[in-house]
């Protein structure tokens, strides 16, 4: 299992557009991949369940990956967190 921690620098937080290309991006990989945020987890790969934790700027989230790619999985997202969130 992998694990990384990301502080939302976007201003507007995690909201509809980075949400979507984020869920599709988690998506690509047969691993599971999940985010934490204030002891709520939920599927990275559904956008309600995404949506539905009202990140916002400054907010730290945990995303977890466990499966058979799990390294080029968390290389890989936690890029895009970073490009676009």
Known sequence: ???????????????????????????????????????????????FGVMGLAVKQGQEITVTIEGSDEDTAATELEEFLKNNL
């Open 1 to 47: 299992m992998k694990e990384f921690k990301y502080t939302v620098t976007d201003p507007a937080g995690i909201h509809a557009r980075p949400a979507g290309e984020f869920v599709k991006a988690a998506s690509k990989y047969d691993s599971e991949v999940n985010i934490t945020k204030d002891g709520r987890t939920v599927s990275a790969k559904k956008i």
